[in-house]
Every structure is written in C-alpha cells, then in structure tokens.
C-alpha cells in the first residue's frame, strides 16, 4: 500500500508546488483572492438588463503612415456595420501616447472622432521620471493634443482619462519599467484626470488587489501603488476630490480554455491574436459583472486593444473577421429590447454612466452619456 501512497503523495506535493510557484511567479497572487470571494455572478433581472461595451484602445502606430491609413479606412468599415440600441456605431476611445507626439497621427484620430467614431484620450509610457518632469510631460502633451482638436471642451476646461504605458501606474512596477512617480495619482487629478483605465495588468506587479471592479483610490504620495484598494463604487458614494476612478476591465480565469496546456486561459479581455477575438471570449467578459453595486442592470464589458498593431495577424482580431463575427452575435444575442439592450459607449461616457448610477439613476444608460462631462468637441478646421 505504502508504495502506491507515497508516490501519488509525492506527485500532489510537486505539482501544488508547481501550481504555487507559477501562480507567485505570475503575479496571480495579488489578485486572485478578490477574484475568489468577491466577484459576484451576474442575477437575472426582472426588466432589461443594459450591456455597455467600451473598448479602450493604446493606439500606438509608431509613426507608420501604412498603419494609420489603413486603421482608418478599416476602422470605419468595422464601425459602420456595428450599430447599438441608440443607434450609435461602435466606438472606440483612443488613448493615444504623448510621448510619441505626432501631429498626422492626431488629427487622423480627431478626424474619426468628428465624423462618431470615438474619442482620444491621454497615454503616456514613462520612467524614471520626478514629479516636475512628469507635470511638465503631460502639461506639454495635453497643450499638444488641444492644439490639434482633441481634448477641448465646451466651456474650455481641461478633463481627459488616462492609461499608463506599460501598466506602471504610480510608479507601481517592480522591474525595470519603474515610473519614478510616487504622487502620480495626485498629479493626475490637479490636472483634470477624471478616471484612470489601466487595468487589468495581467502577470504584472500593478495589478491592483481588487478585480473587476470599479472603485476610488486615495493616493498616499509617499508610497507607490496607491491604487491597490479602494473605496468601490456603489449608489449613493460621496466621493471627494481626492480620489481617482479606477475603472476596471475583465480579468478572467476560463477554465474551458486549455490551450497553454499547463494551465487554463488567463483572459484580462485583450484583442490580439494569441487568444483570439470571438463570442465566447465575450461572455467571458460579461461574466466578470463590472458595474456600480445597486446598480446590477448595467453592466459594463470593457476589453483593451493595442488597435494599430495590425500584423503578425491581429488585423482580423482587431478590425477584421473575427470581431465582426463576435460583434454580429453580441447584437443578436444581447440587443432584443426586452431582456437585453446593448450600448457602445466610449471611456467618457461609461465614466458619466457610472457617475449617474452612483447619483440613483436608472431605466436607460443613454440618456446619461453626458450626465457630468459633456461631449468633446472636434470643431472643422
């Protein structure tokens, strides 16, 4: 008997170390207990449930004009096909790098952004950086992005959402992508930052503790990573001007997808070809049940992209075929009127849906597209 128990013995032993090690390796322990005890299933609603796509898009075309016109021309073709319950084409917010500042490049984008196509935001990949040279980056790169159309504002105040290059937000990774930046957080705000849309890192020492949520973080300026936790959004939060939205996309853990061999499919909703882009990754998504608590009808399913990356495949995971055959199914599936209405929304306005959720609104996410911050403006030339 002894010799058959200590050798299966010793292989439960070896494979949980494995399991532990590449769970610490990969950076899985700092958020798989939130994941574990408090993600909460999606519940089955009496009157509709309303489905908010925002795809948060690190447009990064590193100066390839073939890249831009091709985006351009694919982009719109995409979109046009792709229509929600208001009869708003798919959006797409681009957070384009000011580090890499490239006037064509912006005003293709503000271009796309006239004509309904989305909106630009902030990017920035940084490092080793100090608080004053990291205000002077983003002052000069928002006065950048004003100056060719994007970022301007009905009553000529400044606001944008940001995404940090590299997943270094406040100075939060450990390797060799530190960002130097202690207060970036506080930064962010005294600026106009109104949400941050980082996360998910996937294997990535950022990665906050909490997942698939939405919440506020309250920076400590003396310690990195201040937005490891929070305060999570909920209907009727008093927030200050002291804390940051850190608006979440899905990160999930499909058990159904064996195709790394070693270990089921880690999926933080990125479009690219590795995993690639089809109706049952969305659902995926949709199980990670992003919203306000007390407001479960309203679900927010926000994937990323890197969308002018377009070789090595990625143009049929980002612009082609397969996430126009997944968004053909999303709108048969969730947008009949009665259980389901689907909306696209860009980072805006699923921030000013939040913010309506949070003030006890209800019925339809629409009306609320511009409940705090109004529309950019993206006037002729």
Request: aromatic share 12%; proline share 5%.
């Amino acid at each position: 008997m002894k010799k058959i128990v200590l050798p299966i013995l010793s292989a439960i032993v070896l494979i949980s170390f494995l399991v532990a090690y590449m769970v610490y390796k990969r950076n899985y322990h700092l958020w798989l207990y939130d994941y574990t005890f408090n993600s909460p299933a999606i519940q089955e609603q009496e009157n509709v449930t309303d489905i908010i796509v925002v795809v948060v898009d690190h447009w990064e075309p590193g100066g390839s004009i073939d890249v831009v016109n091709s985006w351009m021309t694919g982009y719109r073709k995409l979109a046009n096909a792709h229509i929600d319950a208001d009869g708003v084409k798919l959006q797409h917010t681009f957070y384009y790098p000011i580090e890499q500042f490239r006037g064509y490049e912006v005003d293709s984008l503000v271009e796309l952004c006239r004509s309904g196509y989305g909106e630009v935001e902030v990017h920035l990949h940084h490092k080793e950086d100090n608080s004053e040279s990291l205000r002077s980056i983003f002052t000069n790169g928002i006065d950048s992005l004003r100056a060719h159309g994007a970022l301007l504002t009905p009553d000529s105040s400044v606001y944008f959402s940001f995404i940090h290059g590299n997943w270094a937000l406040d100075n939060s990774r450990s390797d060799i992508n530190l960002c130097g930046v202690n207060d970036e957080i506080s930064i962010l705000l005294d600026l106009g930052c109104y949400a941050d849309f980082t996360f998910p890192a996937l294997t990535q020492t950022a990665q906050p503790s909490l997942v698939n949520k939405i919440y506020y973080a309250t920076d400590d300026p003396e310690m990195p990573k201040s937005h490891d936790k929070g305060e999570i959004s909920h209907v009727g939060i008093e927030t200050t001007d002291d804390m940051l939205m850190i608006f979440e996309g899905p990160m999930m853990i499909d058990w159904s997808d064996w195709r790394f061999k070693t270990h089921p499919t880690f999926d933080d909703g990125n479009l690219y070809p590795d995993v690639p882009t089809s109706f049952q990754r969305f659902e995926l998504w949709l199980k990670a049940n992003i919203h306000v608590k007390g407001r479960p009808n309203w679900v927010f399913v926000r994937p990323f992209t890197h969308g002018s990356r377009l070789g090595h495949g990625g143009y049929e995971d980002i612009l082609g075929s397969r996430i126009d055959k997944m968004l053909t199914f999303v709108e048969q599936t969730y947008n009949d009127g009665k259980k389901y209405r689907l909306h696209y929304m860009t980072a805006r306005e699923a921030y000013n849906v939040v913010k309506a959720a949070e003030a006890g609104k209800d019925g339809n996410p629409h009306q609320y597209r511009n409940f705090v911050l109004p529309r950019y403006l993206y006037p002729n030339e």
